[in-house]
């Protein structure tokens, strides 16, 4: 993808081409581990930062493929840097990180409510439920 028709294109997420479904699968890959690592806030605003360069990062990633491929798969970080050069690729990792977010989020207080509910309502601060306090 040359330089100018990266620019000059302003595609939505809804009109952009389908992802395959290996692309699909690192991004969810890539999104877990966000969730997993509780760097959902820091990758948010970085993502967004830099959405404007994303061609610019992906040809970075072709400078640093040497050695990015002695820690990484040499085929996902392959398909991850041709995958970032469109830019409604970004816009779908955000919304992937949002959405796993979200479920992490629903998951986490289902299983605070069933700890109380456990504890019969009883808070850390106030053992007994009789008593004045």
Not at 43 to 51: C, G, N, Q, R, T
Not at 68 to 78: M, P, V
Not at 90 to 98: F, T
Request: charged share 30%; no cysteine; hydrophobic share 40%.
């Amino acid at each position: 993808m040359g330089f100018k028709r990266w620019f000059d294109s302003r595609e939505s997420v809804e009109a952009a081409p389908p992802l395959t479904e290996e692309e699909a699968a690192l991004l969810a890959k890539l999104a877990a581990k966000v969730i997993q690592w509780k760097m959902t806030v820091p990758a948010i605003l970085f993502l967004e930062s830099v959405k404007p360069l994303n061609y610019l990062g992906a040809q970075a990633m072709v400078f640093f493929e040497p050695f990015a491929t002695t820690i990484f798969n040499g085929r996902e970080y392959d398909t991850f840097r041709v995958m970032i050069e469109r830019r409604e690729n970004v816009e779908r990792l955000l919304q992937k990180i949002e959405e796993l977010d979200s479920l992490a989020l629903q998951s986490e207080k289902e299983a605070r409510r069933q700890r109380r509910a456990g504890r019969g309502g009883r808070s850390w601060w106030r053992p007994f439920s009789g008593g004045s306090g």
